[in-house]
């Protein structure tokens, strides 16, 4: 049945003419001898599926011809059977938007990540996500077990090769209160071996203190050395 079909489609007009890479045979035996490619050009810099084409002069490097010598050849790209197996899919190194499930005694919520902004020396991630609360105020959370919702701000910079800041804002509301924690950390290389660490949390529960509202600070300096 296969060959019916075939000889068909071979009979087709356009099958009969002949293709600029090879003028002396029609169409179809051609294609099927694999002297016509069916392949659309590429003209980028790196191609999908480089690493199976014919070497050309773009993908060969130029050294003085020796006698004797076979010139190297320099793949546009790795072949992806030289780094994964086969059973495993390929995946993207990093994403510009997530999601997070997770669950414990305290918790259990769903979280929407987005990288806001992704540079060398400036990275800003915003969190939205809803849950259920366990546990009251455990893993700095509401005062009361029930829905809750949850938001958060991360913050990177770096200051060249000798400054480095972290910010991270966390928040959860729930039935009877909001829970705020902040937490603040500046990183300062003094030598090439010595840095000025500073951190500082900041606690706020809307229902502390009788329901007026609390809010703890605590802060530290160390230097760190490495050996």
Known sequence: MPAIWWLALAGLPVFQQSLPESPEEPAA??????????????????????????????????????????????????????????????????????????????????TYGMAAIRRPDTHVQLELGTGYRLQPYADYGTAAIGVIATGGLRLSQRFGDWAEINQRVRVETGRHNTF?????????????????????????????????????TQGSVNLHYAF
Request: positive net charge; proline residues 8%.
């Open 29 to 110: 035996l051609a294609i099927a001898a694999g002297h016509v490619s069916l392949r659309a050009p590429c003209y980028r810099l790196i191609c999908p599926d480089a690493e199976w084409l014919e070497p050309t002069a773009y993908t060969t490097l130029w050294k003085p011809k020796v006698p004797g010598t076979v010139p190297r050849l320099r793949p546009a790209r790795a072949s992806p059977l030289a780094t994964r197996s086969y059973a495993s899919l390929h995946a993207p190194a990093t994403k510009r938007e997530w999601f997070d499930a997770e669950a414990s005694y305290a918790k259990v919520d769903t």
């Open 180 to 216: 705020v924690r902040q937490t603040l950390g500046v990183d300062i290389m003094l030598q090439p071996r010595l840095t000025l660490q500073s951190r500082l949390e900041v606690n706020h529960d809307s229902a502390g203190d009788g329901g007026r509202g609390s809010t703890d």
